[in-house]
């Protein structure tokens, strides 16, 4: 066991700021009294007790700057178990589950302990759900008895982000006031997905008041990026991403009112599905100011294959979740319909720059090899897409974010003492910022001024005649944990739009190709951004962009998503 | 002509209330100063100058109580006139215009002789569209030159309320203030309306604020109701109702966010369409304070017959609306979609009381007769369906209307020296009352409760699992013009869901059933609507229910109306 830890040391120079598994917590527990500290140890114990005991780590081993390899050199898991978390995607497991080729409890063994290793390498979960272990018992029973699975996803074991309740657990949307927190029910889409077969194991982090691109708190500290840790695993669903990198779950769903899906997947590698408001339910889904919805965020999965995010739109969509949650469309998310027919060939804008933060040379790369690769597919018309006022997007979503002016998320923070983090008071501060610079002081004010800007979209995306657009995430790879430049205009702007999208993976950016010598910042954003760049760091880090479609226009995206990647000959799976 | 009029006159005992054609108007602005009348003074001299020459009635000639029968009798329509206007529903004439039957011009001076006569009998229009004979002349020489229609509603003459823009037109919705607002674009329904070959021809009265169930503004004065003109033509769309039960337009299009579709729909005989929000682009349709979406109203169609509405929600959606307007759903209004399968047999629910306010006898036997009607019908199984808190539904509802409380309308009313009416205080005193009743103080908190009512209902309906409601639209046939005693529970609870509904004619009241004995009010509002009822008003005048489908269940609803005219075997039309 040591020597694994030992030879991963040899190679890492960052080694030794990552010591133990409960540092990451620690550290920014420093920040806080100790009376905070006595408030956050009910939370941090109910996770140390529910991590699955057959894979703690050595007290006192010391992890690598990269953990990808972790789970493999600690030998705590069979080549069974490796095999199945790291070579299938979910719809490979739900067939392989539903033929009993593997068992429910098998399975979850198998994630349980992976997700295990990875909390102690990444700070990525909040907690593992007991009843877990019985529901794949049950799960394995039902199909010994009748022979039939129990649903789509029969005994699959699905993780999600702290803020879905689950019934009888505590849900605290990482503010220390709510700590104690217990929720009575299950959220909807928990209800939906155990009734389509699958095993809701593992819940994961999520960053103070939700609204940051990266992931910290004050109760579990932050949330760190499986291929190096001194960098982000990116936010607001940062636990899930992090999680679905180590391969520590096949499926997960995280919620996204800004990028908080598609960020962390971009950052890490795998597929997030940012779908438009009204197809998944977010009822139970805790936030800090229910009825905030000038802005209205969305759950939605991370997969590690685009037909992983079929699987779970066609699975959830026959549980009629609009029957119960009547703010949902009543149809399928992937209904085709004929007037959402895409032209043939397929018509995809390119979205090289916002023209407000000009993306970095990895995400530049990805730009260009995604062009070169798409350009002589004879069933794709590539053309250039110019953005319209991104700037002026990122001061309206800003700005109508909240409708109290963050009130609520102060008095919560407040109630149980509960500092601020530095990118909490970022994001509070832009919306004050962005109302005076709009000079619109009521809420109505704003709302008229967003809807207006949507349909002045439209008629820009009408006149550049596109079915779908390819665009940068984020600026570049992962920033490091403490950065304190973000940047959410190249995901926000669908946000305000309710555009769905899907951040793909393009593969780890090359070496050689990153260094700022083409790069001119001309504004203070872009100033902020190259500063804190090193090519270094960028070497070997994923890289993805997104496919945007037409609000509700799912059915096109995710048809269109298929059509890139034929094209890329992309395998199905992550690139690495 | 005199000679019609003094036979009219010999039966009627109001025929002195209204005597002149703009005495209404003059009734209103008894109220305000000269400095308003001369502000109002070039909207009237709008109406009057558009208005159709040749369909003016004799000065200062008297008109019965019941108007209906007054364009036949001025014998200003020739007998082809008269057919094209009262024989046929929009169906018909399409059919007919396109076939070159009747030319577009022809049929446009028939609507509009009918229409002005109309207006002269109920103060209905705002102007006539002095554009619509060009257009109407262009759509005949292309028929004549290609051979073939300019659209799905080739020709047709429409008719829309005022507050829905016309380009460089005056839109003022009611208000002094806005007396002199042009409006530089159409609204987007009207482009819609004007690609499928339809000529939009009229502009019709509202409310001051649109938030009234009667029609009534410092401008225009109030419109009546045809059948008798000392009582409400509902509101706020009651100048499309009007018109319409006055065959003075085929097709028309209102606003609905309480009721106003329904209300004077169910008043005068006819049928309206309330969607659900995200069907019908309200682009263009001018509102007191753009942003204020907490309830958000929608357009909607007034027809003479069912297949109308499906002509119009099916000739819409081929605009592809949703490509200009994102705010709507991509998708066919009436999109038929395995999800929305009614069952078989058809499940429909009778609600014979919200238990705040019974109906009175009108609309008791309205539903005691469409019960005994549809009781044997094979493909139909009725079942009762108990309301679930309606009354806090209207507290809720009302809490959450005015998002700022009302300023905006009455800063507009101060504006423009507009006299708050009294049915605009009353729904302004409702809103503060209802904030107070239910202690939710920000906007957020009551969008909360706003959002877990919505929750609770669809538990409280699928529980019941039915199809579609049979409700009440109304407590009673048409109130007094000067009523006080607004009840808007009965519309105003599916504006809240987004229940889409279909108010449709049953008949006119018949005679001998309309004595209170049985009725003993159990509160102040049952008090009040009883104590103004009159059962020889009530005579004759016409009833409608409503039928009423899940949120964004339109094919469900078109479907099950159709099933239940089968049922009761209504011929295609008004039945008055």
Known sequence: ??????????????????????????????????????????????????????????????????VMGVPRAS???????????????????????????????????????????????????TELIPQATNDARACDEFL??????????????????????????????????????????????????????????ARTNQPQSLMQLQTNNNIYGATVNPRNTSLTAGGSTGGEAALMAMHGTPLGIGGDIGGSIRVPAALNGIYGFYPSVGRISGEGALVPLPGNDSIPGTLGPFTRSLRDISLFCTAYSLTNPWLDDPSLLPMPILSPSPALSPTNPLRIGILTTDNVVTPLPPVQCALKQVQARLHHAPNIALVPF????????????????FEDGGAAIKELCKTGSDPLLPATEWIL??????????????????????????????????????????APVTPSTA????????????????????????AFPIGGFKSGRGDLSDYQPRNEKEEGIAREYVAEE???????????????????????????????????????
């Open 386 to 401: 110019q953005p319209y006022k991104h700037d002026y997007a990122w001061t309206l979503i800003s700005a109508n974010y």
């Open 144 to 201: 010994a008895n009748t022979g039939k699975p129990m649903g789509p996803l029969h005994g699959l074991p699905v993780s999600v982000k702290e803020q879905i309740s689950i019934a009888g657990r505590r849900t605290n949307v990482g503010f220390v006031a709510m700590v104690d927190n217990v929720t009575s029910e299950d959220a909807q889409i928990v209800t939906s997905l155990k009734r389509l077969g699958a095993v809701v194991f």
């Open 538 to 576: 960028a070497e070997g880090m994923p890289v993805g962009l997104q496919i945007v479609a037409r609000r509700l226009h799912e059915s096109v995206l995710v048809e269109a998503a298929r059509v890139i990647e034929d094209a890329m000959r992309l395998e199905i799976g992550c690139r690495l």
């Open 75 to 125: 030998g705590l898991l069979s080549d069974r178990e490796l095999e199945l978390t790291e070579k299938y995607d979910a719809t490979a497991l739900v067939n392989m589950l539903a033929e009993g080729v593997v068992t429910s409890e098998a399975l979850l063994l198998a994630f349980r302990k992976r997700a295990t290793i990875a909390q102690q390498c990444t700070n990525c979960l």
């Open 1 to 66: 066991m040591e020597s694994a830890y030992l030879s991963l040391k040899a190679v890492n120079p960052y080694i030794r700021r990552l010591s133990a598994r409960v540092s990451i917590s620690e550290r920014s527990t420093i920040i806080v009294t100790m009376s905070l500290s006595e408030r956050i140890r009910p939370a941090l114990e109910i996770r140390a007790q529910t991590l699955e005991p057959s894979a703690v780590l050595p007290k006192d081993c010391l992890l690598p700057r990269n």
């Open 479 to 502: 920033p490091r944990v403490d950065s304190r430049v973000p940047y959410w205009g190249y995901t926000a702007v669908w946000n305000l739009l309710q555009y769905p999208a899907i």
């Open 429 to 470: 501060a832009q919306c004050k910022q962005s109302i005076d610079s709009l000079s619109l002081h009521t809420i109505q004010a704003r709302k008229a001024a967003r809807d207006a800007y949507r349909v002045a979209y439209a008629k820009h995306w009408n006149k550049a005649a596109v079915d779908v657009l390819i």
